[in-house]
């Protein structure tokens, strides 16, 4: 069978997926889910390495510039590096 949209489709699914994973962590951490599933971060990691699948082959459909691509997420990587090293802001409580 052949892929719909030359991979568009598998990654909108893929990133849906890794999206639940993240939501899971977020409520769980990334030991065990309690429906479970032995490890989250195991099942991030599984579909992370899908969306990155997904993200190679619609470049190579796509005839993407793999090296525009590179650099931007060089770059994006130090914006969250930077951001991460920022102090968090203070909480500011209700007054219910």
Known sequence: MAMAHNGLAKLAEELGELSQVVGKMLAYGTGPHPDGTPSLLAKFEEEAADVLAAVAFVSETHNVN?????????????????????????SRGTND
């Open 66 to 90: 793999d090296d525009a691509i590179e650099q931007r997420a060089f770059m994006k990587l130090g914006k969250f590096r930077f951001w991460h090293a920022q102090p968090e802001p203070e």
